[in-house]
């Protein structure tokens, strides 16, 4: 039997790579990866500025030219329905002076511009990012006594149009993602793309968004999400109800899914999906699907971190109709419940973790999908 | 069993039930912010414990001028929109007004979200 003794930070011991055999006492990402500001920063390129990122959904941009915009990281985008009906995603920076143009504008209230303007010297572009016209002034050299007309360049329209980000969906869902050469969202995805491509995600509305900060690092909380160790004790209301050692923890190259199966059986219609229990996706690096397993609907989690310890989570509750009913707003009570048990839970875990005792904690054998959690950002780092 | 010291600042957005505990009253602000974008609501000041006396008046431009008696290099925004609060005004309101104030030019920043009153 493996026999492992904790990392304190007591002189004597060495933090170590995850190890990806996961009855190694250094299964689990070094202690400093929480809570280092540097390593917030890092992220911001090798995590967030690599891997396919929520971005939104579209069923909240219906028409065309309706947009949204989203940070992610330091990068601002507008997310828009081009004159195609597809959706799109760009840097909400202008091509001349590299002026942000459109206000913030979240997804719960989306804006709607037949053109994208900026506001500061008035270019202006096409829903499919080209530069559709600039005043007079960009066209003549009338203010410099150097120039001459004919010495003016055209500016080209698609030479100058905006700085697209790629986009891509599964389902309704949308992602981006700023690397050079990425993986596709296909391979990031895996098997989780088709599953949830073969349910009428479409058909369902955003009724509620809720959106709480909570004072750890963001892989703290994605930790805690992933893993159901921690529900017995700590989520007793919740888990009446789930038959947790029925349960099972499945684990994929860059998602996994918890399936926790309800003690008795719920009508069909309580679900989305076949499978008579909860299917709760976690993709890499920061967003999960929880298809509920006891309500006619669904719902997306972003772990959207602020800094090193701060994350705000943003939880978006679909349902057929906006309009709530009496069981569905009960439901999302409950499952509010649930996050602020959580979020006690990770802001106890991340105190103890900034005082610097621990240099490297250990993960426990059902905690795998941790475990991969882990080893994806220790190779993400590493790349 | 340990008591947690009550933070000076705090606010809340009634739409999520969202409550937000700071040390800072720009803290408050900067919640404003990340919450308004992520969902477009308005949060209210539920705590400021402010230095000195609120000036007792609904006039923007007074209250920072009064408030500044307090501070060196302006007053933090967070506190402008702490002593509105107790007029009633919600945290985008008063930054809303002070945007639409700066824009006459009666007040302006001597640093970051600090105002003084010209």
Same mark, same amino acid.
Not at chain 1, 188 to 202: F, R, S
Not at chain 1, 354 to 378: C, D, I, M, Y
């Given at each position: 039997?493996?026999?492992?003794?904790?990392?304190?930070?007591?002189?004597?011991?060495?933090?170590?790579?995850?190890?990806?055999?996961?009855?190694?006492?250094?299964?689990?990402?070094?202690?400093?990866? #929480?809570?280092?500001?540097?390593?917030?920063?890092?992220?911001?390129?090798?995590?967030?500025?690599?891997?396919?990122?929520?971005?939104?959904?579209?069923?909240?941009?219906?028409?065309?030219?309706?947009?949204?915009?989203?940070?992610?990281?330091?990068?601002?985008?507008?997310?828009?329905?081009?004159?195609?009906?597809?959706?799109?995603?760009?840097?909400?920076?202008?091509?001349?002076?590299?002026?942000?143009?459109?206000?913030?504008?979240?997804?719960?209230?989306?804006?709607?511009?037949?053109?994208?303007?900026?506001?500061?010297?008035?270019?202006?572009?096409?829903?499919?990012?080209?530069?559709?016209?600039?005043?007079?002034?960009?066209?003549?050299?009338?203010?410099?006594?150097?120039?001459?007309?004919?010495?003016?360049?055209?500016?080209?329209?698609?030479?100058?149009?905006?700085?697209?980000?790629?986009?891509?969906?599964?389902?309704?869902?949308?992602?981006?993602?700023?690397?050079?050469?990425?993986?596709?969202?296909?391979?990031?995805?895996?098997?989780?793309?088709?599953?949830?491509?073969?349910?009428?995600?479409?058909?369902?509305? !955003?009724?509620?968004?809720?959106?709480?900060?909570?004072?750890?690092?963001?892989?703290?909380?994605?930790?805690?999400?992933?893993?159901?160790?921690?529900?017995?004790?700590?989520?007793?209301?919740?888990?009446?109800?789930?038959?947790?050692?029925?349960?099972?923890?499945?684990?994929?190259?860059?998602?996994?899914?918890?399936?926790?199966?309800?003690?008795?059986?719920?009508?069909?219609?309580?679900?989305?999906?076949?499978?008579?229990?909860?299917?709760?996706?976690?993709?890499?690096?920061?967003?999960?699907?929880?298809?509920?397993?006891?309500?006619?609907?669904?719902?997306?989690?972003?772990?959207?971190?602020?800094?090193?310890?701060? #994350?705000?989570?943003?939880?978006?509750?679909?349902?057929?109709?906006?309009?709530?009913?009496?069981?569905?707003?009960?439901?999302?009570?409950?499952?509010?419940?649930?996050?602020?048990?959580?979020?006690?839970?990770?802001?106890?875990?991340?105190?103890? !973790?900034?005082?610097?005792?621990?240099?490297?904690?250990?993960?426990?054998?059902?905690?795998?999908?941790?475990?991969?959690?882990?080893?994806?950002?220790?190779?993400?780092?590493?790349? | 069993?340990?008591?947690?010291?009550?933070?000076?600042?705090?606010? $809340?957005? $009634?739409?999520?039930?969202?409550?937000?505990?700071?040390?800072?009253?720009?803290?408050?602000?900067?919640?404003?912010?990340?919450?308004?974008?992520?969902?477009?609501?308005?949060?209210?000041?539920?705590?400021?414990?402010?230095?000195?006396?609120?000036?007792? $008046?609904?006039?923007?431009?007074?209250?920072?001028?009064?408030?500044?008696?307090?501070?060196?290099?302006?007053?933090?925004?967070?506190?402008?929109?702490?002593?509105?609060?107790?007029?009633?005004?919600?945290?985008?309101?008063?930054?809303?007004?002070?945007?639409?104030?700066?824009? $006459?030019?009666?007040?302006?920043?001597?640093?970051?979200?600090?105002?003084?009153?010209?």
């Amino acid at each position: 039997m493996p026999y492992s003794m904790t990392r304190w930070n007591d002189g004597l011991d060495e933090v170590e790579r995850v190890s990806p055999d996961i009855t190694d006492e250094t299964n689990a990402l070094p202690a400093r990866y #929480f809570t280092d500001p540097d390593v917030y920063e890092m992220e911001k390129q090798k995590v967030f500025g690599q891997y396919w990122i929520y971005a939104g959904h579209t069923n909240c941009i219906p028409e065309v030219g309706d947009y949204y915009t989203r940070t992610i990281g330091d990068r601002e985008i507008i997310v828009v329905r081009d004159h195609d009906d597809e959706v799109r995603a760009f840097y909400n920076v202008c091509a001349h002076r590299g002026s942000a143009m459109v206000d913030e504008t979240p997804m719960t209230d989306p804006d709607n511009a037949r053109r994208i303007r900026c506001p500061y010297h008035l270019w202006t572009y096409d829903l499919d990012g080209s530069l559709t016209s600039t005043p007079a002034s960009f066209e003549d050299a009338r203010l410099n006594p150097d120039l001459e007309d004919e010495d003016v360049g055209e500016l080209d329209a698609e030479e100058n149009a905006l700085m697209e980000v790629r986009s891509d969906r599964i389902g309704p869902f949308v992602f981006v993602n700023f690397a050079e050469d990425p993986m596709s969202l296909d391979e990031q995805a895996g098997t989780m793309k088709a599953e949830l491509e073969a349910l009428p995600l479409e058909e369902y509305q !955003l009724a509620r968004r809720i959106v709480s900060e909570v004072e750890c690092n963001w892989k703290t909380f994605g930790g805690n999400y992933s893993e159901c160790d921690h529900c017995q004790a700590n989520h007793q209301d919740w888990i009446t109800g789930i038959a947790l050692d029925e349960s099972e923890l499945e684990v994929n190259d860059y998602h996994w899914v918890l399936h926790y199966t309800h003690a008795e059986d719920v009508d069909d219609e309580m679900r989305i999906h076949d499978e008579h229990e909860a299917k709760f996706y976690y993709l890499w690096p920061n967003f999960t699907v929880n298809m509920y397993g006891t309500a006619d609907g669904y719902g997306t989690y972003l772990i959207d971190p602020i800094d090193e310890e701060r #994350f705000q989570l943003v939880a978006d509750y679909y349902f057929k109709d906006p309009d709530l009913s009496e069981e569905e707003a009960e439901f999302v009570r409950t499952s509010r419940q649930l996050q602020e048990e959580d979020f006690e839970l990770v802001e106890r875990q991340y105190r103890g !973790l900034r005082s610097g005792a621990l240099a490297q904690a250990q993960l426990g054998p059902n905690e795998h999908t941790v475990h991969k959690f882990h080893l994806l950002a220790q190779e993400a780092y590493e790349a | 069993m340990s008591q947690q010291r009550r933070t000076p600042f705090a606010a $809340t957005c $009634t739409a999520c039930g969202v409550d937000r505990e700071t040390a800072s009253a720009n803290e408050i602000v900067a919640f404003y912010r990340r919450h308004h974008r992520h969902t477009g609501h308005d949060v209210e000041v539920t705590r400021a414990d402010v230095d000195g006396d609120v000036p007792d $008046t609904d006039d923007l431009e007074t209250v920072v001028a009064e408030l500044e008696e307090h501070y060196e290099e302006g007053v933090p925004i967070g506190v402008v929109a702490a002593a509105m609060a107790r007029r009633g005004r919600s945290v985008g309101e008063t930054l809303e007004e002070i945007h639409e104030v700066r824009m $006459t030019g009666a007040l302006y920043e001597p640093r970051h979200d600090h105002l003084a009153a010209f």
